[in-house]
């Protein structure tokens, strides 16, 4: 590559979002995070009620009512760890495409010994070096370096720019 490529990146929102939110990975429910402890909390909230009340109509306490109430609040406390930590990522991605909805341009130039990111007024640069492997899918580009990661959606650009685009990451980073 003794030229340097340019590619004007388009930004949509719902790009963005398609990739983050892929799979369900922010689903309250069906996340690969949360779907155990929710289905776990579904079943112990069944069978908790029903043991409390056989429990409180005989009028005693039984240690089986004390074990599957802990088992309930820990299922319960576990749920909500998880799906708290799904609520800080989505309002993370929020945030962080509010920031880039903002910027009017976005362009890519890769030359021979680096790849330059240019949004607006801001200008990043890195050295092909500083970039660990690329990840690189039927849905996007992500690039991590030593400065910063960068998210490339497939859709932010022509089928022919992303085909240059993995062609030469592919042969740049190692």
Known sequence: MNKSTEIELKFNRKDFEE?????????????ETTKRPFQNLLISSLIFPFVLHNTISESSAHILTIIIGLIFLYNLISYLIKAYGIWVKRKKVKEYLDGVEKIKSHKLILTKDYFEIIQENEKVV??????????????????????????????SMTELEYTNLTAILTEKIK
């Open 19 to 31: 990739v983050y939110f892929n799979g369900n990975q922010v689903n309250y429910f069906k996340s």
């Open 126 to 155: 890195e050295k092909w070096t500083d970039f660990k492997p690329a990840e690189i899918n039927e849905m996007f580009v992500y690039l991590l370096s030593n400065k910063e990661n960068y998210l490339i959606p497939k859709k």
